[in-house]
């Protein structure tokens, strides 16, 4: 582990450089990448982990994206772990959530890492847990896992995220059939995003009638609108 100590300790005081080079070494399982996630497995600390998931298309990469202000706004340091669909030439990450996110790339307090599925089913990635060890022994206050697109049954993010935040939109068909997918049963909240659209109280009206026992939140991202009530409604679920 010699050869890895400086990254670990660079890891430790909170480095992004050195953060983002364990990251790449776990995910293309280097030699020695699994004494490197266990000497990190050692300094992890317990951080809040957020999840955000739901189907392709619904604004979850936007949510996140003001997430991140809200948190930023109260002084707290973040990780964003978005996990991105793979490339068909290269195998890596498309990149589309940090091209969103661009406007945090330049804050020390926050770093953002999209990472491949390379094909692995479930949301995330086969190395997430690892990348998870890593990351939870640098300096964050909180991290955020924002699933690659999913279908109703990729409910990985339940093993590593509370709360669960289930992103949904209006226009998304049947709203009784909307409440019973798979994937709604891991939700800690439930965000209707783009409540600027039509038929979003159709859509909150029809996840309240589900009783699901889970707050229930219409926002709009971009504009901004609702998002006070689903921070209100969020921090004391993620204990921060």
């Known amino acids: 582990m010699s050869e890895f100590s400086e990254l670990i300790a660079g890891v430790s005081r909170g480095d992004h ?42 604004g979850k990469s936007t949510l996140v994206n003001a997430l991140v202000t809200q948190l930023r706004n109260r002084n707290l340091a973040v990780c964003v772990l978005a996990v991105d669909p793979s490339s068909v030439i290269t195998g890596g990450a498309l990149l589309g ?14 770093f953002i890492r999209s990472l491949s599925s390379r094909g692995h089913l479930g949301g995330l990635t086969a190395t997430f847990s690892a990348v998870l060890a890593v990351v939870r022994a640098a300096r964050f206050d909180v991290i955020i896992v924002e699933t690659v697109g999913v279908g109703q049954s990729e409910v990985e993010i339940m093993k590593f995220a509370d709360p669960v935040v289930v992103v949904s939109a209006p226009g998304l068909g049947d709203g009784v059939q909307a409440a019973k997918a ?49 921070m209100a409604v969020l921090l004391p679920a993620a204990q921060l």
Request: no cysteine.
């Open 97 to 110: 959530d940090r091209i969103r996110m661009s406007g945090h790339t330049a804050d020390d307090g926050v």
């Open 182 to 230: 798979g994937i709604i049963e891991i939700a800690s909240i439930v965000v209707i995003n783009k409540s600027d659209l039509e038929g979003a109280e159709a859509a909150v009206a029809a996840m309240e009638r589900a009783e699901l026992g889970v707050p229930v939140v219409a926002v709009s991202a971009t504009t901004g609108a609702g998002i006070d009530e689903f």
């Open 17 to 58: 450089r050195s953060l983002a080079h364990a990251i790449s070494i776990v995910e293309d399982g280097v030699e020695g990448s699994r004494e490197l996630v266990d000497a990190m497995a050692i300094l992890a600390s317990d951080v809040p982990i957020i999840g955000i998931t739901g189907a392709p298309g619904l």
